[in-house]
């Protein structure tokens, strides 16, 4: 192959296909509690890839993105190259996981002061820009506006909260069309050869966001999900350390999960999953 091997994530694997182009292949991996576990998720590779495809062509009016085509085997993305920026662009339009946390504690979240009395998973007053650090290691860590400012400069946060909470706020109208709510989700963004802003890596998957079936939300307790939750909550009854190595998934439960993963794409896209398989170029419209 003429590509060059150069970075392995938890669930891409990243070639170099020139100076200027990447490939970004989505393994069927799947990670939880930072972990990889060893057993994987038939297809699910082929969801995000997809899924990330077709998010990209919807959003471009608000912000150009690094998908260059998406190769026939429905996994491989070929990109742009970017200098990515230093943080997770996370927005949150309900309280839940770390934000319902924080919030609990202190009534705040990420230097977001909110209203006394919600619940977990209330939707929030309007959707709030709450950035992270990467970590090379173990959780990304929230971090107040304040100090993503340190890190890319006050007059491009400024750019990247605006963008973010466009490309949320849009994708989450959509989504609530199909039945699903967005809950929250991250954006990853670089900057391109000329410092104009570019959506990157994937974009509004089951990894990246958490999908909650619009059918069964009910404020005041955690909801159902089409994210990685399912693996979550049953890794956490099998006493597992959530230190390496991770749990073995049995059947039911990987055929449940790769089944969420197939629907978060039907509902979304509104295209057989089949027919992706067929023609992936079917994701861009």
Not at 204 to 229: I, N
């Amino acid at each position: 192959m003429p590509e060059t091997h150069i970075a392995s994530g938890k669930v891409r694997e990243l070639y170099a296909l020139d100076d200027e182009r990447l490939l970004l292949v989505a393994s069927d991996r799947i990670s939880t509690f930072d972990v990889i576990l060893p057993t994987e998720i038939p297809d699910k590779g082929r969801v995000l890839t997809g899924l990330s495809g077709y998010w990209f062509t919807l959003l471009a009016p608000i912000v150009p993105n690094h998908m260059l085509a998406i190769r026939d085997d429905g996994r491989s993305m070929e990109c742009r190259r970017l200098e990515m920026l230093p943080i997770e662009c996370v927005v949150r339009g309900y309280l839940a996981g770390s934000g319902w946390k924080d919030y609990r504690a202190t009534g705040e979240v990420c230097g977001h002061r909110l209203p006394e009395g919600l619940q977990e998973s209330d939707k929030l007053p309007e959707p709030i820009f709450t950035p992270a650090t990467k970590a090379q290691e173990g959780h990304d860590e929230n971090i107040t506006r304040e100090q993503a400012a340190e890190l890319v400069g006050e007059e491009r946060l400024r750019e990247v909260e605006e963008v973010s909470l466009r490309l949320y706020t849009t994708a989450a109208e959509h989504a609530l069309r199909s039945g699903i709510i967005i809950a929250d989700t991250k954006f990853e963004l670089g900057l391109d050869a000329d410092g104009r802003l570019v959506l990157g890596d994937e974009a509004l998957t089951p990894d990246s966001s958490r999908f909650w079936p619009g059918d069964t939300y009910e404020p005041g307790r955690a909801q159902g999900s089409f994210d990685k939750q399912y693996v979550r909550d049953y890794c956490e009854t099998t006493g597992w350390d959530k230190t390496e190595p991770g749990p073995e998934l049995p059947d039911e439960i990987v055929q449940v999960t790769s089944a969420k993963y197939h629907e978060a794409f039907e509902r979304l896209t509104t295209i057989p999953f089949p027919a992706y398989l067929d023609d992936p170029s079917v994701a861009l419209g």
